[in-house]
């Protein structure tokens, strides 16, 4: 007698980290319990020429977060995992941001409510450390990720910078411990510097932005700390790349034997800083740190990807609505550098990617998979999440392929309010999502409750390297 399965999704092309195959995927309760021809189940769905695909893993965004400015981000963790489920992520890591003079633990009790009230997706947190000197620093960090929240994000500019000194003291805890440390790279006296001659020279439209950040700020800091890395023998994941030199330096730095991960955005593999040119501050809407590139960056970046220099693709969302609660804060005569930066991206990453590497051929569908989910779930140790096998959690995203959607002024399912892709056509579209066998997404519709998502608990040491 054959088994009976909660879930059956069938005749769907499988995307499975041994290639695709077209068949049957059956649930039991949270978990896939098998992959194959002719299976049966209380429940089936017909996923007849559609992508049976993993649920995304998007390990970078923002949620409920005070930014640098002291600016309160749009989104909530309800209004940010109902939006990443409508775009097929089904789990993400989000940020513990340290407060200052706050300790590691408060920090992580806070965020930790906050997730708890409202996410309906699977979450963990990287902590934000600002400040090493506060009580008990070297034992709350240590304790945290031991607890399974094993990773921490330092920056090298803004106001929440950290020293080189508090970097490397950073990265000995983490080894310690067993964490990987990410990191925003750019150099903050180049971009001081860049910033203080535009402002003078009356240069202070949001397009301005992009020569506020130059190049050699992110080029000078990543390279910086791939050889902290490589010093310490200590795991690093280099946040959003966004030029060829960059990737140049993850690459020189990986062939050296250096323990180091890099991840890019969509944001610059499908914008440049032209996007930035708008009239008044319309341009606010697209400001992000570090901005917008060149076209011959973006083909380094894909570059990039399909060789494995760089890992994953992130959303790096980070929302602020374009009103006086978020990016108009500061007025409507704001300068480019009393505006936050950030775009949304937790509903549009997968459905950007996806139209490029599946629709438009960029890798294929199992590469899609890989870059946006099944990587980050390894270098991050989310064991059960980001392949479709059996054994792992039942999160399932259903593509179809011939579905051609084109982004609108405000379409999304966020608090952000509007659309940084409006106008953008998109070929293939995620209608229904599973979170540990639960349908969130039914044909186009959302059906979660506040607090059903869960944390997810990261006993793994990251591993040093691959």
């Not at 109902?82 to 003079?101: H, N, P, V």
């Not at 994941?237 to 250096?258: C, L």
């Not at 438009?360 to 870059?371: N, R, V």
Request: negative net charge.
């Amino acid at each position: 007698m054959s088994q009976s399965y909660d879930l059956v999704v069938k005749n769907g092309r499988i995307v499975t980290p041994q290639g695709v195959v077209i068949g049957d995927l059956g649930v039991i309760g949270e978990t896939i319990a098998e992959i194959g021809p002719a299976l049966s189940g209380r429940v089936e769905f017909d996923a007849t020429g559609k992508f049976v695909v993993p649920g995304g893993v998007d390990p970078h965004a923002h949620i409920e977060q005070m930014s640098g400015m002291g600016l309160m981000n749009a989104d909530t963790f309800e209004t940010a995992t109902r939006s990443a489920a409508m775009g097929g992520t089904t789990s993400l890591i989000s940020f513990a941001a340290q407060a200052e003079a706050q300790r590691i633990s408060d920090a992580l009790i806070d965020y930790s409510a906050r997730a708890a009230r409202g996410a309906m997706i699977d979450h963990a947190f990287h902590m934000i450390v600002r400040e090493t000197d506060v009580p008990n620093f070297d034992h709350d960090i240590t304790t945290a990720i031991t607890a399974g929240h094993r990773s921490i994000k330092v920056f090298t500019t803004y106001n929440i910078k950290l020293t080189d000194a508090q970097i490397l003291h950073t990265l000995r805890q983490a080894r310690a411990a067993g964490a990987l440390v990410c990191v925003h790279a750019e150099n903050d006296a180049i971009i001081a510097d860049a910033k203080a001659a535009l402002i003078a020279a009356g240069k202070t439209a949001p397009h301005h932005h992009a020569a506020s950040h130059p190049r050699m700020a992110e080029i000078e800091a990543v390279d910086r700390i791939c050889r902290f890395a490589e010093y310490l023998e200590t795991p690093v994941m280099v946040f959003h790349i966004s030029t060829r030199e960059g990737a140049e330096a993850i690459r020189a730095a990986r062939k050296r034997g250096a323990p180091v991960w890099a991840e890019t955005c969509p944001h610059y593999l499908f914008m440049t800083e032209d996007i930035l040119h708008q009239d008044g501050l319309e341009g606010a809407k697209f400001m992000c740190s570090p901005p917008q590139r060149t076209e011959d960056d973006q083909a380094a970046l894909w570059e990039a990807l399909a060789d494995g220099t760089l890992q994953l693709v992130s959303s790096d969302h980070a929302p602020y609505r374009y009103d006086e609660t978020g990016k108009l804060s500061a007025g409507p005569d704001a300068r480019f550098d009393q505006i936050a930066n950030g775009l949304p991206g937790l509903e549009t990453r997968l459905p950007l990617m996806f139209d490029a590497m599946v629709s438009k051929g960029k890798g294929g569908p199992e590469a899609f998979a890989h870059i946006t989910s099944t990587r980050a779930a390894e270098i991050y140790g989310l064991e059960k999440k980001g392949r479709l096998a059996v054994g792992m959690d039942a999160d399932i995203t259903i593509w179809d392929p011939d579905a051609s959607v084109t982004y609108t002024g405000n379409d999304l399912h966020d608090n952000v309010g509007y659309n940084p892709w409006a106008g953008r056509n998109i070929k293939g579209w995620p209608t229904d999502v599973w979170l540990r066998g639960r349908n969130i997404v039914v044909n186009g519709t959302f059906d979660a409750m506040p607090g059903s998502g869960k944390w997810i608990d990261r006993p793994q040491r990251p591993q040093m390297k691959g």
